[in-house]
């Protein structure tokens, strides 16, 4: 893979892919890591010279063409706004996203110069699934710049016009960013140091099967909370009240507990929750001492003996990857499985990482001290994908050819 600190960019125009997608409040943005983690590759390409056009996707935009995606938004503006204060230089956002405006814009700019592109999402063909409407887009981005770079990790693993197609239509190479999180997750996947450890939480149990069915064979434990945990203990036969189910995929999980037994993996799951009588931050809560939920209630985080038991199974361990808050971090009477995972995972001697969209900002909003993990990666479902060993079409074009 080309890097973007060999090439020659004085005097040239450089389109780069980013991933900008952070979370948003009313507007305003909660948690800018990926802002942040963008910041490298843009100023070493400003700084030799060159004029960096950054494009990025924010949300998901609905609608069925370009103005009505446009007009419900989100628009890149605040995005824009964070950007130029990082990057303590003007950004220019341009009105659309391959239009008259960023043309305007790429001819008229100069060496040392940003500009942003409006929300990629945008442009329903950003995201099609024909090959021909994808390469529209990616034409129509290729032309405003002579070069493309490739940093937007967080997106690796979709087939899109401007993660996938456009690298294909211009000298192309890896900016930073992608290249420290590939070798970070490299070493998670080749001969790990062991105990390798590997804690899973989030809403879903669908988004994650596939990298739970993979490390059945990879890790020596698997630790398992969040909202997927309950589909878990539904399958060994527990009651989990109201707390969320995703029956469809009770037979898949049954396989992987079965698997799991017979690879010699040891998979934990919550021992204690801690419930509530409905969503709400401000919900009626209660810690359950057993694993069963009763009618009425639901699982919201993990309870304080489960954290006590996660603690000790990391205890040991001398890599470990994280993805997915084991509760509600996002409402603070349901943030202490979180927070006790992080601190259990800060004080390993080791290879830390931890991935995912709402895994990182959690982290971040507890300010452990920086050096707490090994890495705080900007990807949640490229990480789980690379993990999968399902090779990820972004980096794969900028693999291909020169
Ligand atoms: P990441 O973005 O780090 O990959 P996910 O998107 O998979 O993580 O999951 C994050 C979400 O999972 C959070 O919004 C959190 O509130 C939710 N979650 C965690 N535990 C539960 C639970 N017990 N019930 C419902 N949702 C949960
Ligand atoms: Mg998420």
Known sequence: MNR?????????TVLVRADLNVPLDSGAITDDGRIRASLPTMRDLLARGAAVIVCAHLGRPTGDDYPARAAGGPSLRPVADRLA????????????VAGESASVIATTMGAGEAALL????????????DDQVRGDLAGRLAALADVYVGDGFGAMHRKHASVY????????????????????LRQLTTSPARPYVVVLGGAKVSDKLAVIGNLVGKADRLLIAGGMAYTFLAAQGHRIGDSILQADQLGQVTTVLADAARAGVELVLPVDHVVADRFAADARHEVVPGPDIPDGTMGMDIGPATRDLFARKLADAKTVFWNGPPG????????AGTRAVAE???????????GGGDSAAAVRHLNLPPDAFTHIS????ASLEYLEGRALPGLAALEDGT
């Open 328 to 335: 509600v971090f996002e409402f603070p009477a349901f943030a």
């Open 165 to 184: 197609d456009t690298p294909r239509l211009l000298p192309h190479a890896a900016g930073q960013l992608v290249l420290a999180e590939v070798t970070v």
């Open 4 to 12: 973007a600190e060999d090439l020659e960019v004085a005097g040239r």
């Open 344 to 354: 259990a995972i800060g004080a390993v001697t080791g290879l830390t990482v931890v």
């Open 378 to 381: 900007t990807g949640g479902g």
């Open 85 to 96: 204060e990082l990057l303590g230089r003007p950004v220019t956002l341009a009105g659309d």
């Open 118 to 129: 409006e929300n990629v999402r945008f442009e329903p063909a950003e995201t099609s699934k």
